[in-house]
């Protein structure tokens, strides 16, 4: 513990709960979403400059807007990549702070722009994990399934409630 920590005993309790906010994902999870961010970059990175070799101007702005997708994705979930961005460790740190239906949101919403702009295989198939880049982090938000016994508990409570209302309105009629 450093002399400041001992100066400020409570800004150092709350520093680690600050500097993770995983909202219960496991570490394994974390790593499974970013591997995905990062997989998913390099499809829409491919996809979106193999989509740019052509005349037609709408699969030209899916191709660009699929690089700009690559882009955005290294940036939040490998700014190792972007080592010679300066604003990359930045952009980064506030993508890690926002909530996992916030970053699911994004991510899906950046993956079906150029799905509508241009539908073809190549967008389809460029986007597809990106996309479920998002799906992994909304899944996430929804939070972990409980037990069985907490369910078993929840519906005995339920079916004794439902009990108590029938014979209550069988008693009312009597």
Same mark, same amino acid.
């Given at each position: !513990? ?5 100066? *400020? ?17 496991? &570490? &394994?999870?974390? &790593? =499974? @979403?970013? +591997?995905?961010?990062?997989?998913g970059g390099m499809s829409c990175a491919f996809a979106g400059l193999w989509n740019?070799?052509? +005349?037609?101007?709408?699969? +030209?702005?899916?191709?660009?807007? !699929?690089?700009?997708?690559?882009? +955005? =994705? *290294? ?5 190792? @990549? @972007? ?17 996992? &239906? ?5 991510? @899906?919403?950046?993956? #079906? ?7 073809? =295989?190549?967008? =389809? ?5 990106? *996309?479920?880049?998002? #799906? ?8 972990? /399934?409980? $037990?069985?016994i907490s369910y078993a508990r929840i519906h005995q409570q339920q079916k004794q409630? $439902?009990?108590? /209302? ?9």
């Open positions: !513990m450093s002399s400041q920590d001992e100066q *400020f005993p409570a800004a150092a309790a709350a520093a680690p709960e600050a500097a993770g906010t995983d909202e219960g994902m496991t &570490w &394994w999870y974390r &790593w =499974l @979403c970013r +591997i995905a961010g990062v997989i740019c070799v052509t +005349i037609n101007p709408l699969n +030209i702005a899916a191709g660009v807007w !699929m690089m700009l997708n690559a882009f +955005i =994705l *290294f940036l939040c979930e490998a700014p190792f @990549c @972007c080592q010679f961005i300066e604003f990359a460790n930045a952009v980064s740190a506030r993508a890690d702070r926002l909530r996992a &239906w916030q970053k699911a949101a994004f991510y @899906c919403g950046m993956a #079906v722009v150029p799905v509508m702009l241009s539908l073809t =295989l190549t967008t =389809l198939f460029g986007n597809a994990i990106a *996309f479920a880049t998002g #799906v992994l982090y909304g899944l996430s938000a929804l939070g972990k /399934k409980g $037990d069985a409630m $439902d009990e108590e /209302k029938l014979t209550g309105s069988l008693e009312g009629q009597a």
